[in-house]
């Protein structure tokens, strides 16, 4: 089989796409054909040596995707061959075939594509936690979400918009800017670049306020940090909670805590990947109610391109290039 290997942590030009030997499953492992596999922010910072933690070399990126039972241990009993499945790991997507322990693996009914499976999880997963049990969402409440056309972004906005919320969406670009429409943004904001200088801070915190009703948001999502995050907060309203997601845009920002007290504001940490581990049962629900609003059609995950899994350096190439739209899903065709 082939895989995307990562012999040495640097440049993501360094990742080559070669032959190795399929794996065997162990007593309780199974051995998945992937058909699928979605692009995360993770894969770009794991290869540079970047991510929390260190895989040992070599190893294939990628954290979630879908295909086939190809092989199943002796002591399997929940798969057999030729069930169709997700699956979410910490490494090994982006190959032909991955080999895991059985609880790592979800059936996926056949109405779902192998694309579609792959492709809404984890970034589906991580803003229903952020928005629910950490924003505690209401239908009355207004809510920022920066970073909105990216894969957790524009799943926040498509959850915000499904539960009744009114959201106003903060983006780099016009292109971006559009696709947060079709999602049912009520406000847009085009950030640019960034704010730089302290003035440029200041008219987009300005900014952010002018678009809120209440004059501050209950719940701001912040998938991006860095010179962002500042003038956002100073944008939130009475009592509001600050969603730390994550920091695409560079930089883990400092804050004056002054500002929370201010307004009566809490800064509240998302960790989805911790969240799954510890609270598996209401991680269950959460995927439960997230695949009731998909079949109801109330959420509607945006696979922007698929590329070809040989390709994928290629693809992890367009989140550091700020390229990615909602999903981009690796396919072995
Ligand atoms: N806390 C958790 O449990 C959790 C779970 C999943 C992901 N995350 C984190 O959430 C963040 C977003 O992940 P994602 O998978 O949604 O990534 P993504 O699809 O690549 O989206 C990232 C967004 O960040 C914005 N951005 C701003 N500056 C950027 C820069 N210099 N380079 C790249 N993007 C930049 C871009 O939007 P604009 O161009 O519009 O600014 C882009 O749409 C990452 O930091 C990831 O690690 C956290």
Same mark, same amino acid.
Request: hydrophobic fraction near 40%.
């Given at each position: 089989?082939?895989?995307?290997?990562?012999?040495?942590?640097?440049?993501?030009?360094?990742?080559?796409? /070669?032959?190795? /030997?399929?794996?065997?499953?162990?007593e309780h492992e199974v051995v998945v054909s992937?058909?699928?596999?979605?692009?995360?922010?993770?894969?770009?910072?794991?290869?540079?040596?970047?991510?929390?933690?260190?895989?040992?070399? !070599?190893?294939?990126?990628?954290?979630?995707?879908?295909?086939?039972?190809?092989?199943?241990?002796?002591?399997?009993?929940?798969?057999?061959?030729?069930?169709?499945?997700?699956?979410?790991? !910490?490494?090994?997507?982006?190959?032909?075939?991955?080999?895991?322990?059985?609880?790592?693996?979800? !059936?996926?009914?056949?109405?779902?594509?192998?694309?579609?499976?792959?492709?809404?999880?984890? #970034?589906?997963?991580?803003?229903?936690? %952020?928005?629910?049990?950490?924003?505690?969402?209401?239908?009355?409440?207004?809510?920022?979400?920066?970073? #909105?056309?990216?894969?957790?972004?524009? &799943? &926040?906005?498509?959850?915000?918009?499904?539960?009744? &919320?009114?959201?106003? %969406?903060?983006?780099?670009?016009?292109?971006?800017?559009?696709?947060?429409?079709?999602?049912? &943004?009520?406000?847009?904001?085009?950030?640019?670049?960034?704010?730089?200088?302290?003035?440029?801070?200041? #008219?987009?915190?300005?900014?952010?306020?002018?678009?809120?009703?209440?004059g501050g948001y209950d719940i701001i999502y912040?998938?991006?940090?860095?010179?962002?995050? /500042? !003038?956002?907060?100073?944008?939130?309203?009475?009592?509001?909670?600050?969603?730390?997601?994550?920091? %695409?845009?560079?930089?883990?920002?400092?804050?004056?805590?002054?500002?929370?007290?201010?307004?009566?504001?809490?800064?509240?940490?998302?960790?989805?990947?911790?969240?799954?581990?510890?609270?598996s049962e209401a991680n269950q629900k959460n995927?439960?109610?997230?695949?009731?609003?998909?079949?109801?059609?109330?959420?509607?995950?945006?696979?922007?391109?698929?590329?070809?899994?040989?390709?994928?350096?290629?693809?992890?190439?367009?989140?550091?290039?700020?390229?990615?739209?909602?999903?981009?899903?690796?396919?072995?065709?």
């Amino acid at each position: 089989m082939k895989t995307l290997h990562c012999k040495e942590f640097g440049p993501v030009e360094n990742l080559v796409w /070669e032959e190795v /030997e399929s794996p065997e499953p162990g007593e309780h492992e199974v051995v998945v054909s992937i058909k699928a596999a979605a692009l995360n922010f993770p894969d770009f910072l794991i290869v540079q040596g970047l991510y929390q933690f260190k895989p040992e070399l !070599p190893f294939a990126p990628g954290n979630e995707g879908s295909g086939i039972i190809k092989k199943v241990g002796k002591s399997v009993t929940r798969f057999k061959e030729g069930d169709r499945v997700y699956f979410m790991a !910490p490494w090994g997507a982006f190959a032909e075939e991955a080999c895991m322990h059985e609880f790592g693996v979800m !059936p996926i009914p056949d109405d779902i594509s192998f694309e579609l499976a792959a492709s809404y999880q984890m #970034a589906y997963g991580t803003s229903y936690h %952020a928005l629910v049990q950490r924003g505690e969402i209401s239908n009355k409440d207004e809510i920022l979400v920066l970073g #909105a056309s990216g894969g957790v972004g524009l &799943a &926040a906005l498509d959850i915000a918009k499904a539960k009744g &919320a009114r959201v106003v %969406a903060a983006v780099s670009t016009k292109e971006k800017a559009e696709i947060c429409k079709e999602y049912g &943004a009520d406000e847009l904001i085009i950030y640019g670049e960034g704010p730089k200088t302290k003035d440029e801070s200041k #008219a987009f915190s300005n900014e952010l306020k002018s678009k809120s009703l209440k004059g501050g948001y209950d719940i701001i999502y912040d998938p991006i940090g860095d010179c962002y995050t /500042e !003038p956002a907060f100073r944008a939130i309203g009475w009592k509001g909670k600050y969603l730390v997601v994550g920091f %695409a845009a560079g930089e883990i920002p400092k804050l004056p805590i002054n500002l929370t007290l201010l307004k009566g504001a809490s800064l509240v940490g998302v960790f989805w990947g911790t969240f799954t581990g510890l609270e598996s049962e209401a991680n269950q629900k959460n995927i439960a109610e997230i695949n009731q609003l998909l079949s109801e059609g109330k959420i509607k995950p945006l696979i922007s391109k698929e590329v070809p899994m040989e390709n994928a350096v290629e693809a992890i190439k367009m989140i550091g290039n700020r390229g990615v739209i909602g999903k981009v899903v690796l396919v072995n065709k």
